[in-house]
């Protein structure tokens, strides 16, 4: 891909709105190439540990074995992982700040041809693991409804998306549903309990 090619990719995250202006800018400000082709149709939805079976990645050795951990300790994650790794996506999960007062974020990176590829960020700094994986699992649930939803592909379809199924999780208005504040919770408490075994 050209990445001198100008044009305009909407991110919709749950803590708000930005818009990238080129692939470059899409790679600088994400750390991630924006590569419709990488996505490829999965042969099974079945969790491996295999990082190319997952659908769930991350460019972080750090956030990768939070993310095994996660999975190997979480019926709850373990699920969402399996969900995702039976649809036509990849999901991103990296460091990052998220505005409007989140510490944890979802949005879409590009979209062609009835894939999707979205990133999750994390904000990574001051928090246990059992919380980090918490997170990424209500970020996990969050990539989910998106990806229930087979019209959702830009960012204005995400926001119309949580306008019917969300609410305002916060006073400076980032949208949250029940189902991810419930996973995210079920992932901590799963957690936690294998720890005390």
């Not at 693991?129 to 019209?151: A, C, F, K, Q, Y």
Request: proline share 2%; aromatic share 6%; hydrophobic share 45%.
């Amino acid at each position: 891909m050209n990445t001198t090619l100008i044009r305009v990719i909407p991110v919709f995250a749950m803590c708000g709105i930005a818009l990238i202006v080129s692939t470059r800018a899409a790679t600088a400000q994400t750390g991630l190439p924006i590569i419709d082709s990488a996505l490829q149709r999965p042969q099974q939805a079945v969790v491996s540990t295999e990082t190319a079976d997952l659908h769930v990645r991350s460019h972080s050795s750090a956030i990768h074995a939070l993310i095994q951990r996660a999975i190997d300790r979480s019926a709850t994650f373990r699920q969402l992982v399996t969900t995702i790794n039976g649809r036509d996506a990849i999901v991103y999960v990296e460091d990052g700040a998220c505005s409007r007062g989140v510490r944890a974020c979802v949005g879409i990176l590009s979209a062609a041809g009835g894939h999707r590829m979205l990133w999750v960020k994390i904000d990574t700094r001051k928090k246990a693991d059992w919380n980090l994986m918490g997170s990424i699992g209500h970020e996990l649930r969050h990539t989910v409804e998106i990806l229930d939803d087979p019209t959702v592909t830009n960012n204005t379809a995400m926001f119309f998306l949580y306008q019917r199924i969300g609410y305002r999780g916060t006073k400076q208005g980032a949208m949250e549903t029940r189902m991810a504040v419930d996973a995210g919770e079920a992932v901590r408490s799963e957690l936690r309990a294998f720890d005390r075994r």
